[in-house]
């Protein structure tokens, strides 16, 4: 690759470094490591492009940063001087802006290859035992209970209701279970079966010593 990916590396690592929401430089690493673990099963894709989303997938978050028009600029600026051409660029802004499960959550985004493969780089970082911590994390950062049989999962939200606190063990069936189906690629979709139920026995004892039963 001619392009420079460790002056993108270094940007992101200085944005995210002292984020508490659940979006810090680990979770941005351990997607790049899966966009990775993804690429070599499928060599036609451009891997120069998947990096730098992965890197840079969660830097205009509107809910990470005051002014994500100003932040995309600066992105941009940052592919052009870190190598990447105009079109390569373009590409990676497009993938980031599609990605979220939240841009999704009205129609469903289509993606290129390259940004199938970040989505499910992201993705799988939400589910197993590393995305049962992150909500767990969140919603504490957030001031959500961390379970209320009286409040039902919500079934289809607005960006907003999405956004307003529901409960942690919501959050599973409200998101977290339906990632597996949900991923694009081969290898995303096996690693994502392992994952799912590592959360689903978890619930499964959760809703157990809630109840008395061990
Ligand atoms: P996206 O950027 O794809 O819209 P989020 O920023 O909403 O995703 O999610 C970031 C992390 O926080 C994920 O691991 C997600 O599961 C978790 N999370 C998001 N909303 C909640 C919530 N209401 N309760 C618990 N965890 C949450
Ligand atoms: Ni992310």
Known sequence: MA??????????????KDDTTGHS??????????AKMILASLPDANAAIVYAAAYMHDLADDKLVADPVARKVEM??????????????????????????????????KLTLEGQIVQDADRLDAIG?????????????????????????RKHMTKEEYRRPGTTINH??????KLADEMNTEPAKQIAQ????????YLAEFKAEWNGER
């Open 172 to 177: 599973f069936y409200e998101k977290l279970l």
């Open 3 to 16: 392009v420079n990916l460790t002056l993108i590396k270094d940007r992101v690592q200085l944005a995210m």
């Open 76 to 109: 941009q600026e940052l592919l052009l001087t870190a190598g990447y051409s105009e079109d390569e660029a373009n590409a990676v802004m497009d993938i980031i802006e599609k990605l979220s499960f939240s841009a999704n959550l009205h129609h469903h985004q």
């Open 25 to 34: 430089f680990d979770h941005i690493q351990r997607v790049v490591n899966n």
């Open 194 to 201: 392992h994952r799912n139920q590592v959360m689903k026995d």
């Open 129 to 153: 035992a590393v995305g049962i911590t992150r909500a767990i994390y969140y919603s504490g950062h957030h001031g959500e209970k961390i379970y209320d049989p009286a409040i039902k999962p």
